[in-house]
């Protein structure tokens, strides 16, 4: 259990890295576009082969995987919208754009991004007994562009330097917490519930990505982004498939 909350403080450490360069010196979008594209691309892999393959591993072929999948999507559609219509629809927003929502919607949006992310390393480390490398690269290198776009926003939104970086110590925190008790409370849970949870992570992310990270970056980064992306993913493969040999 303190390996998890270490391991999920770390991947979660990127956010405070992304919030500093932020404040210290914003990259370009057009750049910030492509690390968001690579990222995607390393996500993209880490569903694929860490959460849903996991998943039906689990499951053993008694069933729990679809379930969880579409599970996670609704959830995610859910909170989204609600974190939407509450005024921080823009979170990812690599424009720099200022939140019209409270601080509370703001913290809730970026929970949404980061809880389910940090929850599935807990688990892995629970089910395997070690971390997933290649979940663990995702994680960190996409809430880098995530950190960067929002922080950029709220300091157009008049946020202080020390406000935004309680914001993010506070949700890197809360990630880390999020990967323990995913140890914790999972620990002896069936084989269904355990493929339902690798699903449902792997169905929040994915719907994460499509909604908001991918177009994001697209948008800033034009056609190279399908480049990068694809790069993203033949790396977090690469990284997997040498983890499992």
């Known amino acids: 259990m ?6 999920g ?14 404040l210290w010196r914003p990259p370009r979008a057009k750049l910030l576009g492509l690390v968001m594209g690579f990222g995607a691309g390393v996500l993209l892999s880490a569903v694929s082969f860490e959460l849903v393959a996991k998943a039906v591993e689990v499951s053993g072929g008694r069933g729990g995987t679809g379930l969880g999948f579409f599970s996670g999507a609704v959830v995610f559609t859910l909170g989204d919208w609600f974190i939407s219509r509450a005024g921080y629809a ?8 200022a939140p019209e929502g409270s601080p509370l919607s703001i913290v809730l949006g970026a929970l949404l991004d980061g809880v389910p992310e940090s929850a ?5 480390l629970l089910q395997t007994g070690e971390i997933g490398l290649s979940m663990l690269i995702a994680i960190f290198i996409s809430n880098i562009p995530e950190a960067i776009a929002a922080t950029t926003g709220l300091r157009a939104g008049g946020w202080t330097t020390r406000n935004i970086y309680l914001l993010w110590g506070g949700i890197a925190a809360a990630s880390a917490i999020s990967a323990s008790l995913g140890y914790a409370l999972l620990d002896g849970a069936s084989p269904h519930t355990l493929a339902f949870m690798f699903a449902f992570a792997g169905g929040a992310i994915l719907t994460m990505l499509a909604t908001s990270m991918m177009p994001e970056a697209y948008e800033h980064a034009g056609r190279a982004v399908g480049f990068v992306t694809v790069l993203g993913f033949a790396v977090a493969f690469g990284i997997s498939w040498l983890d499992s040999m």
Do not use: E, H, P, Q
Not at 2 to 7: I, K, S, Y
Not at 10 to 16: C, K, P, Q, R
């Open 9 to 22: 403080l770390f991947a979660a450490s990127s956010l405070v890295i992304g919030a500093a360069i932020a």
């Open 2 to 7: 303190t390996a998890a909350f270490f391991w």
């Open 120 to 124: 599935v390393l807990g688990l892995t």
């Open 90 to 97: 823009n979170r990812k927003d690599i424009g720099g754009a």
